[in-house]
């Protein structure tokens, strides 16, 4: 099976509306896509709740679902946040991303983690802990690291990277 052509790239450089749009999204979107695929490239796509700082997205998970066991063999994956609520008027905006996933590791764990409570806080969900996110515990600490960004153009399918300061 021959895979699906990309959009083009736009010939033009991101505008600051691009990058307006980029922010907007990823400082409001509560739910990210997390495109992955196993090692024989089968792709499997996850939606799971995130924390950002920069060009960090932190989120947990249980150590054997598909999504987690895909990173741990293959870090590359792709990213989709969507503008919320999403509008019914055909052309959703969203932010793309690829980046580098895995687990968080023992060295950076205290502050990735502090990243997800400020925002679990803030959302009203309780606080997380250490305890929380290490044996015997089933839930894992995670992380992407975004090496870029793009965003569609609204009225046609064409990408067009931003370069975001974050």
Known sequence: MTPAPEPPASPGPATDDDAELARRVLDDGRYLVLASADGDGNPWPTPVWFAREGRELVWVSRLGTRHSTNVAGRAAVGIVVFETPVPVDGRPRAVYAEATAGEVPESDRD????IFDR???????????LDRVVAPA???????????FFVL????????????DL
């Open 138 to 148: 089933e839930l894992r600490l995670y992380r992407a690291v975004v090496s870029r």
């Open 153 to 164: 153009e609204p009225d046609r399918d064409v990408r067009r990277e931003v370069d975001l």
């Open 119 to 129: 925002r679990s806080r803030a959302e009203g969900l309780g606080s997380w802990t």
């Open 111 to 114: 502050r990735c983690l502090a």
